[in-house]
């Protein structure tokens, strides 16, 4: 099988739809965002250094990203599906030089309106839950108790960087470098393109046989 990328802008449904692929194919998902986060809640030292940067939108350096995948992967075991990594052209050319090295791999773009998204990122709420994270929206999925995740119990949260203007921040590295990682995946010919308001699900179909045929 191969190794697997969802890119997406923030809000795209990156979430929603690793769940489904995951839920076909045996897969590990991988997401930066999550793992950075937990050492922020460890309060590890990486965790104290890049909690200003989170907060602000901005990314964290490359070295941290790739240390911190390869200390929470093994892909010569498993088979994964990265989610918010790579951002940019150079962390793509470090995911295949130093995390896949010559292992074959399957990109997907959740390609969506931005402005739409904007406004999706400030209605969402996250489960405090530690084991769970269920993402819900106070318009499109509501919790049926305000405020209260309907799986765990625990208390919903508004990410601490779910603000309007750490959003516009991350909309502006999104929308400065996603047009450099299509054309570099494009170039050697393992990008699927998805429209998030299309059928999800005749996609995960197409997904599974195009990541299972490892030519
Ligand atoms: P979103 O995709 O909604 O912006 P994520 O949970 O993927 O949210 O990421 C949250 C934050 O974590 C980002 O704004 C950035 O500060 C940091 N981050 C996540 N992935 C990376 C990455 N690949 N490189 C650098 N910083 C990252």
């Given at each position: ?22 839920s ?99 209605n ?17 999925k ?9 799986l ?37 010919n ?10 999800l ?15």
């Amino acid at each position: 099988m191969k190794q697997n990328v969802l890119l997406g802008a923030p809000g795209a449904g990156k979430g929603t739809l690793s769940q489904k692929l995951m839920s076909v194919l045996p897969l590990k998902h991988i997401s930066t965002g999550d793992l950075l986060r937990q050492e922020i809640s460890n309060k590890s030292q990486l965790g104290c250094e890049i909690s200003e940067i989170i907060s602000k939108g901005q990314l964290v350096d490359d070295d941290c990203v790739v240390r911190l995948i390869l200390a929470n992967t093994d892909l010569n075991s498993n088979t994964y599906l990265f989610d918010g990594f790579p951002r940019t052209l150079a962390q793509a050319k470090l995911l295949d030089e130093k995390i896949f090295e010559k292992k074959s791999s399957l990109i997907v773009y959740l390609k969506a309106d931005l402005d739409f998204l904007k406004k999706r990122i400030l209605n969402r709420r996250t489960c405090s839950g530690r084991e769970c994270g269920e993402i819900y929206n106070l318009v499109s999925k509501p919790s049926a108790i305000d405020g209260i995740c309907d799986l765990c119990g625990s208390i919903l949260e508004i990410r601490k960087d779910d603000n309007p203007t750490t959003v516009n921040s991350r909309f502006k590295i999104f929308e400065e470098n996603i047009d450099e990682l299509l054309s570099y995946y494009k170039c050697s010919n393992r990008l699927l393109e998805l429209d998030a308001q299309s059928n999800l699900d005749d996609f995960v179909i197409n997904f599974k046989n195009k990541s299972m045929n490892c030519s």
